[in-house]
């Protein structure tokens, strides 16, 4: 039969991999953290967030201490931040307003991109392969995986972002630098189980094969020398986490969402009505904005929908003469037109903050190929057909 099937197991362990973090990353400390509670409560009993304005309201520590003034505290972008738990978004303005707190390493710089080589990494997998030789006009050979990759950043620190790809909106960088343990997840690029499937097929119809072979030449130029051929990919989708949109501990990044009762909310491609393609989240009323000082639930606690494609060929020989050979061949990738939609954190318009108004969103489709190429190598856009015809001799 000529088949060969091989099973492996693979592990991998990276250790001092390069990992980037703003060292010099703005925190909501405990006394900050402190007056900051004491602005919510203020508030919660009708008074302004200094204390001011009713009987029962309490005198707040940055303003006493002349940190801060009464006005900085009671205006209404600190009310917003009230609101929406953003005590490192407050303390980042705090920071712009003064020097008389500490809340940086180093006051004379904003963010200072750290590399160093504290990352490390984990890869366990089942693998298993099977291959048929070419024979009888059939050759095929097919392999799967079950894997898990786990690190505590995915992003590349210095080949292909400036910065180390710091932002306080990337949800592919780390949500507090002083809590680096808290990044420990399935690593970014992580698909559980990937199978992939190719083979080539010469059809026994013609000269020389084991139907028609005695067929007229005329004849044979239609029913004969034909072939198909095909690669075949399916895996499971990528893990991504859901932002709160806020920065709630500290000044250098939003946090993740928090879960509602700790049950996660269903995800699923669905439709929903006014948005252009389907969404994972047909709303967001299982999240919730962490508590002040609080980074929200795990990194990459969600798994995005699957991936599949299938590209066909076709392809027909002529012999026109001993020298000369004719090939036309038909080359159809994403032949059935199968959309793949992305998780929100990658999609072309989609967001993973659940505050967006395209949180969840997954449209318009995986794998969009840049404007300079029409094929790449994990699929298409949508269905691409290539005709193609060869002269030999």
């Known amino acids: 039969m000529g088949i060969v099937g091989q099973l492996a197991y693979v592990g991998r362990r990276g250790t001092r991999l390069q990992r980037a973090y703003d060292i010099n990353q703005v925190d ?19 008074c302004n967030p200094d204390g001011t304005g009713c009987a029962g309201g309490v005198s707040i520590p940055l303003v006493t201490s002349n940190i801060v003034n009464a006005a900085f505290v009671n205006s209404a972008t600190t009310r917003t931040d009230l609101t929406q738990n ?41 693998q298993a392969t099977l291959r048929k030789r070419f024979e009888k006009g059939l050759l095929f050979g097919a392999s799967y995986s079950f894997s898990k990759s786990i690190d505590d950043q995915s992003v590349d ?26 990044e420990k997840a399935r690593s970014d690029f992580d698909r559980t189980h990937v199978f992939s499937a190719f083979s080539v097929y010469e059809l026994p119809v013609g000269k020389g094969k084991a139907l028609a ?50 049950v996660k909310p269903e995800l699923k491609l669905q439709d929903i009505p006014g948005v252009l393609g389907p969404v994972v989240f047909a709303n967001s009323n299982g999240f919730a904005i962490p508590q002040p000082g609080q980074n929200g639930a795990g990194r990459n606690i969600f798994t995005a929908p699957g991936y599949w494609n299938v590209d066909l060929g076709i392809q027909k020989n002529f012999s026109l003469t001993e020298r000369f050979k004719l090939q036309f061949r038909t080359e159809m990738f994403n032949a059935f037109n199968h959309p793949n939609f992305d998780n929100p954190r990658d999609a072309s318009v989609g967001s993973p903050s659940f505050r967006s108004t395209l949180f969840g969103q997954t449209c318009c489709a995986t794998v969009a190929p840049p404007s300079t ?21």
Not at 159 to 170: A, D, E, H, R, V
Not at 373 to 393: H, M, N, P
């Open 213 to 262: 072979t005695n067929t007229p030449a005329v004849v044979d130029h239609v029913i004969g020398g034909w072939a198909i051929n095909g690669i075949v990919t399916a895996m499971t989708g990528e893990p991504f986490a859901v932002r709160s949109g806020i920065r709630t501990s500290n000044f250098a990044h939003e946090s993740r969402a928090d879960i509602i009762g700790g």
């Open 86 to 126: 953003a005590a490192g978004n407050f303390v980042g303005r705090v920071e712009q307003q003064t020097i008389a707190g500490q809340f940086r390493i180093n006051q004379q710089f904003g963010i200072v991109t750290y590399i160093d080589a504290g990352g490390s990494s984990h890869y366990h997998a089942l």
């Open 157 to 182: 620190p210095v080949g292909s972002t400036s910065g180390g790809g710091l932002s306080t909106t990337n949800s592919r960088t780390p949500t507090d630098a002083r809590k680096f343990y808290n």
């Open 373 to 393: 190429q029409t094929v790449i190598q994990t699929g298409e856009a949508a269905r691409v057909i290539q005709l193609a015809l060869k002269l030999s001799f």
């Open 28 to 46: 909501a400390n405990a006394s900050l953290l402190n007056s900051f509670t004491l602005m919510q409560q203020n508030v919660a009993r009708g």
